[in-house]
């Protein structure tokens, strides 16, 4: 088992022959599910709904490194009080990687009505490196409020970060 890992652990950058380690015996299957999904990207204006399906399945837990971008969701834009479909498969989905220390969040928008830092904070238990790039918050305080979602974090990075009270 020790030498299989060790050249499972040698194709690390190997999608292809990672997925065939995976499918070839049960045994590889924990292995090689390490490297591919060690980091991976949500972009929520893309179609989503496969991978979202995907990451139902025990495959979560091997995420480390998270990347969330423009989710399909925009308070400035809901109409009767509601989350959309896909914004809630994505926040549902996301609730399930528990494993992750390394989170990266573009284009969030948490000043609106319907914000909850609830939704992450599944998420961000182990969470030590938080980059928040292109992101709005109501107020400085707003902002505090959300970091103390993140007890393990260690390291902040911001890019572009607004204070709006409107809604």
């Not at 969330?68 to 969701?73: D, K, N, S």
């Not at 390394?102 to 182990?126: E, P, V």
Request: glycine share 4%; proline share 2%.
């Amino acid at each position: 088992a020790e030498i299989t890992d060790s050249i499972i652990d040698c194709l690390y950058d190997d999608r292809q022959t990672l997925k065939s380690c995976a499918l070839t015996h049960p045994t590889w299957l924990d292995r090689s599910r390490y490297h591919l999904h060690h980091s991976v990207n949500i972009d929520g204006s893309a179609d989503t709904d496969k991978l979202i399906g995907y990451y139902e399945t025990g495959a979560a837990a091997y995420i480390q490194n998270l990347t969330l971008i423009a989710p399909p969701e925009s308070y400035s834009v809901h109409r009767g009080g509601h989350m959309s479909l896909r914004a809630q498969s994505v926040w549902r989905t996301a609730s399930r990687f528990t494993n992750i220390t390394s989170l990266n969040m573009t284009f969030f928008n948490w000043r609106g009505q319907h914000k909850s830092y609830d939704r992450i904070a599944h998420i961000a238990r182990h969470v030590t490196h938080l980059n928040l790039v292109l992101s709005t918050f109501r107020d400085v305080a707003d902002f505090l409020s959300f970091l103390s979602v993140f007890p393990a974090l260690e390291v902040l990075t911001l890019g572009t970060l607004t204070f709006s009270c409107a809604s």
